[in-house]
């Protein structure tokens, strides 16, 4: 039985094997993925924005009991408090679309680089790394090097850490 729509904000409802076994749901689509008893957490994000995760047992294992339910609604409220800061909503714009070259540049530019001392760091040249930081805006959607490099700020950690690989591969 689904519980989640009178719940909280955030709390964990269980889809229990006794209530949804016979819903056209579970049998065209939980069944035939070999998956069975689930717990569902919600998030409201706005007036018309709503955030799902479903997480399911396999087909004849152990039902979610309580403890699985606490440690979802804990989930739920870490993930609703990083939504639209350090986690990525679908539609935005990521890391993963940028291309290295552009990434160089951006990483270039968080440490304090000017677009000529990226050059000289990349050995390319100026109207290049002026192009990759067009691109960058772009990307982005933003109009100023201070709005691209606060819309990106949440990306730093990925950015260092892949920097840092980078070095390591280049020197190991």
């Known amino acids: 039985m689904l519980r989640a729509w009178r719940r909280p904000n955030g709390l964990a409802a269980t889809l229990g094997r006794a209530g949804w076994q016979n819903s056209m749901f579970f049998n065209e689509y939980v069944k035939k993925a070999h998956l069975d008893d ?21 087909l004849n294992d152990s039902p979610f009991g309580d403890r699985d339910r606490r440690l979802m609604t804990l989930l739920n409220l870490e993930l609703s408090r990083l939504l639209g800061t350090k ?8 890391l993963t679309d940028l291309s290295p070259r552009q990434r160089d540049v951006l990483i270039c530019l968080m440490e304090g680089d000017s677009e000529k001392q990226v050059a000289v760091r990349l ?5 290049t790394v ?12 933003v109009r100023s090097r201070g709005e691209l490099l606060a819309r990106c ?4 950690p990925v950015l260092a850490a ?11």
């Open 87 to 94: 986690l990525a909503l679908i539609g935005e714009p990521t």
């Open 153 to 156: 700020r949440a990306f730093w």
């Open 38 to 58: 689930g717990i569902l957490i919600h998030h409201q994000a706005g007036p018309r924005q709503m955030r799902w995760l479903w997480v399911n047992r396999a």
């Open 130 to 141: 002026h192009d990759y930081v067009k691109l960058l805006h772009a990307h982005f959607d």
């Open 123 to 127: 050995n390319i040249s100026p109207y």
């Open 162 to 172: 892949g920097r840092e690989s980078d070095d390591s591969n280049r020197h190991g």
